[in-house]
T-cell receptor
């Protein structure tokens, strides 16, 4: 079975600062990896996904993530935080066998200080 | 991008009644849809996998007779919470896999807040 660990339930950065949200995964087969963002009382929006093509994945809103197999990591970054980036971020993993459902991490709440 | 619509967004029902939540993929076909439950300030927990034309697959600990899932077409899955109790109050989110896309991309609905009083 696959799993995801998100280090840090809360991350606070200043506006304009680098955003780094950490995600480590565990999977016995090649994984697909995703980052989703959730704004209060809303569903999830796909930010980006890794599907075994390029290891550096660019997503929407200036976010990107790098797949590092040796570190089993898929950390999310953004060079300069905006106030509108404040939200809950979820890392998720799935594999191409079985139900292929997403398994989510516990989430990281990003706060952006003015 | 692909759009998944969920309805209703908020519903309040009396204890003991049933409530149905619909999940539609608006611009793609989805053989497989998923239903998740999310408690406040927590992550999403998979409840069941809904497959068009066949029975849903439920996760361990999820009562299939209480959470009825029907996936009658390639664009619609429904979740019916039967004999609802206050502890069923939660945020329910559906998602759908786009049959056209490789890489197992899954799109989410806007979620439905269920409050059982």
């Amino acid at each position: 079975a696959q799993s995801v660990t998100q280090l840090g339930s809360h991350v606070s950065v200043s506006e304009g600062a680098l955003v780094l949200l950490r995600c480590n995964y565990s999977s016995s087969v090649p994984p697909y990896l995703f980052w989703y963002v959730q704004y209060p009382n809303q569903g999830l929006q796909l930010l980006l996904k890794y599907t075994s093509a390029a290891t550096l994945v660019k997503g929407i809103n200036g976010f990107e993530a790098e797949f590092k197999k040796s570190e089993t990591s898929f950390h999310l970054t953004k060079p300069s935080a905006h106030m509108s980036d404040a939200a809950e971020y979820f890392c998720a993993v799935s594999v191409d066998t079985g139900r292929r459902a997403l398994t989510f991490g516990s989430g990281t709440r990003l706060q952006v200080q003015p | 991008g692909a759009v998944v619509s969920q309805h209703p967004s908020r519903v309040i029902c009396k204890s003991g009644t049933s409530v149905k939540i619909e999940c539609r993929s608006l611009d793609f076909q989805a053989t497989t849809m998923f239903w998740y439950r999310q408690f406040p300030k927590q992550s999403l927990m998979l409840m069941a996998t809904s497959n068009e034309g066949s029975k849903a697959t439920y996760e361990q600990g999820v009562e299939k007779d209480k959470f009825l899932i029907n996936h009658a077409s390639l664009t619609l899955s429904t979740l019916t919470v039967t004999s609802a109790h206050p502890e069923d109050s939660s945020f329910y989110i559906c998602s759908a896999r786009d049959d056209r896309e490789a890489g197992n991309t899954i799109y989410f609905g806007e979620g439905s807040w269920l409050t059982v009083v």
